[in-house]
């Protein structure tokens, strides 16, 4: 037995397998790193995790030499110091792949599946690199003649096609979404999404006059994008046709530029509905699961317009995120056809994009106010659900000062409608400010706002079912608010709200058809 495991521990298989391993544990522990704090709060040492990495990265050094000084016969497992360096690799290499696929299995499952593969794709070049160099310098010199030349042929191979790639893209240019007719308080922003970065455009007639708007920031066209976003007046595209074009963006210069194919959408028509009866679908909390909101939207019948509460994702990273969950999402359940009121949620707050998605979904800010016939909304935004201090936020977010420069705006807003629905992620408007989210709902009493639409808390019911919200809502007799569904324990909840002059009906239904809530409201408190 114990010279069979002599024969194991000294074959080539061997040595390779542990090579392998130590250099993958690194790859895949980095590309789950957006979990590294909460690992890091749980042992309660901030850079625990980057120790370890730096761990794995000196253990597969470590492998490589061993593994170098095996090969060209310098020492092999019967040198006692050898057999001890080289055991203890083994061990190392088991613990850390094992804590890799500990990271991979949990960041692979459920909502942070996207995630992770982004950032692992993210990584895949520079760890391409940091796999195959030790590997073809330990291994290519010791091959057979034909090997050799096998492997010299495949990199060559490879080399040339990502040269190739980075110089004409292989990869066909295409339009990846449906456009999307966000309303922004002061009109409309056209969005859609293409795979390769573009030049983008709207093109429609208005008034016998034809017109065409880029996605251009002070005359300068944006070529770096691929969610694009056009600035439309009210009146030009209500109950209009339009379509949306882009052009591939290859690269581009100071002087010049190299451009690519052109692709232009069909012809949409975006219908308004402003009269005294109004549909709105209301999905929140998606996070991810796109094909169960889809099937819940499927139960709940037609609609006039879309109202989103947020929490699409659990962090924005990538833009990738949000073209899979807002943009192919809202395009999807709108065809282009009808108007979109985006609400922000708390995991929209998060990540390395969160910055660039007002500018991405054409909104100036993430609070504003819009009209649709007699009836108005006000869009909140409550920003992260801790204060800006908790390690998750790795000290990047000020939303304490955003809530409170919302809250002042608010102040200002005056409605000519008497009907009014609030709109915001948490129905509390601020998760931790105890007086700013009282100082949020005094303004809503004094515009008249006869409810609140939320998410959040992933339940179906109207707020008031504990003591302490029946505590705070007491405060405010002439004010309902609801929390939509959203997903939890594998099911998902979604809910219509019709709006007419005899009040508010809301109706929910999961994925399954299963009825969850129908109630009416009247618009005066009874």
């Known amino acids: 037995m114990k010279n069979k495991l002599f024969r194991i521990f000294n074959s080539n298989g061997y040595l390779f397998a542990v090579l392998v391993l130590s250099t993958l544990a690194p790859v895949f522990s980095y590309a789950a790193r957006a979990t590294w704090v909460f690992v890091n709060i749980t042992v309660n040492f901030a850079h625990f995790t980057t120790v370890l990495l730096c761990a794995m990265i000196a253990n597969a050094v470590a492998a490589a030499v061993l593994t170098a000084l095996r090969i060209y016969g310098k020492a092999d497992f019967t040198n006692k110091v050898y057999k001890v360096f080289f055991v203890l690799a083994s061990l190392f290499t088991l613990v850390f792949t094992i804590a890799a696929i500990s990271f991979f299995g949990g960041m692979c499952h459920g909502e ?115 969610i694009h976003s056009m600035q439309v007046p009210y009146e030009h595209l209500k109950n209009n046709t339009y379509r949306v074009g882009t052009v591939r963006v290859i690269e581009s210069y100071s002087y010049g530029s190299r451009l690519g194919k052109e692709q232009i959408s069909a012809d949409y028509t975006l219908s308004v509905n402003e009269g005294e009866t109004q549909e709105y679908l209301v999905l929140s909390d998606w996070h991810t699961w796109v094909e169960r909101a889809y099937a819940a939207t499927e139960h709940l019948g037609s609609y006039d317009a879309v109202i989103l509460l947020g929490d699409a994702t659990p962090g924005v990273d990538f833009e990738e995120q949000v073209i899979s969950n807002i943009v192919q999402f809202a395009g999807e359940l709108t065809q282009g056809s009808m108007p979109v009121l985006y609400v922000r949620g708390n995991h929209e707050t998060r990540g390395n994009y969160a910055s660039e998605l007002s500018g991405a979904l054409g909104l100036d800010e993430f609070y504003f106010t819009a009209d649709m016939g007699d009836y108005s909304f006000v869009v909140l935004d409550s920003g992260e659900d801790k204060d800006d201090s908790h390690p998750e936020y790795g000290s990047t977010t000020d939303y304490n000062t955003y809530r409170a420069d919302m809250i002042k705006w608010l102040g200002g807003v005056e409605f000519e409608n008497e009907k009014i629905i609030a709109l915001c992620h948490s129905w509390h408007i601020s998760d931790v400010e105890p007086e700013l989210s009282k100082a949020g709902w005094d303004e809503l009493d004094r515009i008249g706002a006869r409810m609140l639409l939320s998410g959040h808390i992933h339940q179906c019911r109207m707020i008031g079912s504990t003591e302490s919200e029946q505590a705070f809502l007491s405060n405010y007799p002439d004010m309902l608010a609801y929390a939509d569904g959203g997903n939890r324990d594998d099911l998902f909840i979604g809910s219509k709200m019709t709006l ?18 129908n109630r009416n409201f009247t618009w005066v408190a009874e």
């Open 112 to 226: 942070n599946k996207e995630v992770y593969t982004l950032y692992l794709q993210n990584s895949l070049p520079l760890a391409s690199v940091f796999i195959a160099v030790p590997v073809l310098a330990l291994f290519v010199p010791k091959m057979p003649k034909k090997a050799k030349t096998a492997v010299c042929a495949i990199v060559l191979v490879v080399t040339a096609v990502v040269l190739i790639d980075n110089i004409f893209p292989l990869n066909p240019y295409k339009i990846t979404s449906e456009p999307i007719v966000f309303d922004n308080g002061g009109g409309y922003s056209v969005v859609f999404s293409t795979n390769d970065q573009g030049t983008a455009y709207i093109e429609y007639t208005y008034n016998g006059e034809d017109y065409k708007v880029y996605d251009a920031t002070g005359g300068k066209i944006h070529t770096d994008k691929r």
């Open 500 to 517: 007419s002059p005899d009040g508010i009906h809301l109706l929910a239904i999961d994925q399954n058809g299963e009825e969850k809530f």
